[in-house]
T-cell receptor, first 115, second 114 residues
Framework: DADVTQTPRNRITKTGKRIMLECSQT?????MYWYRQDPGLGLRLIYY???????NKGEISDGYSVSRQAQAKFSLSLESAIPNQTALYFC??????????????FGPGTRLTVL | KQEVTQIPAALSVPEGENLVLNCSFT??????LQWFRQDPGKGLTSLLL?????REQTSGRLNASLDKSSGRSTLYIAASQPGDSATYLC?????????????FGKGITLSVRP
């Protein structure tokens, strides 16, 4: 089984709809991240969480919100989706152990299309 | 602000060739640098991580080097194979004690021709 899973894997929705993307991990990591990937722009950080009580904005958090329901779960919400939020969304985790140097592990991605 | 550049954006080579992928970053005060592989429509897979105190890391046919002072890293792929075709991204992490986020390059799309 995959260590980092994302649901759904694909989603098509309409402008103005509320959407939630979910991420679960079995790696036992404290740190979790949400990124979006757009052609020509690379990966950009939306939100990150260092533990259940710690949520931080990334470089492009406007229009998004997150919830860290448990150490293993980190959800990303689009309260009112717009077409320029069409992108590939990735969840990632990392450990704080000194030995692993904060290696990030990525989920398989969610392809979101907003019409 | 840290910026990470990967040039060229795409590369096509014949099978069997040894090749080097380049990554440059503007702020040399990094904690570590990580190379990832991404297959089309898929997530990122970590290939190698180099701590700021290290000069290189090796895994199989892959060797990554780091020259912090010049703001450069290279990923060397020996005896390339068609299965190596993918996009390769490098990412640098700010020093520990900062917000610990990764800054990614846009990636190099590699095509290895049989």
């Amino acid at each position: 089984d995959a260590d980092v899973t994302q649901t759904p894997r694909n989603r098509i929705t309409k402008t103005g709809k509320r959407i939630m993307l979910e991420c679960s991990q079995t790696k036992g990591h404290d740190r979790m991240y949400w990124y979006r990937q757009d052609p020509g722009l690379g990966l950009r950080l939306i939100y990150y969480s260092f533990d259940v009580k710690d949520i931080n904005k990334g470089e492009i958090s406007d229009g998004y919100s997150v919830s860290r329901q448990a150490q293993a779960k980190f959800s990303l919400s689009l309260e009112s989706a717009i077409p320029n939020q069409t992108a590939l969304y990735f969840c990632a985790t990392s450990d704080v152990g000194q030995g692993v140097g904060y290696t990030q592990y990525f989920g398989p991605g969610t392809r979101l299309t907003v019409l | 602000k840290q910026e990470v550049t990967q040039i060229p954006a795409a590369l096509s080579v014949p099978e069997g060739e040894n090749l080097v992928l380049n990554c440059s970053f503007t702020d040399s005060a990094i904690y570590n640098l990580q190379w990832f592989r991404q297959d089309p429509g898929k997530g990122l897979t970590s290939l190698l991580l180099i701590q700021s105190s290290q000069r290189e890391q090796t895994s199989g046919r892959l060797n990554a080097s780091l020259d912090k002072s010049s703001g450069r890293s290279t990923l060397y792929i020996a005896a390339s194979q068609p299965g190596d075709s993918a996009t390769y991204l490098c990412a640098v992490r700010l020093p520990a004690g900062a917000n610990s986020k990764l800054t990614f390059g846009k990636g190099i799309t590699l095509s290895v021709r049989p």
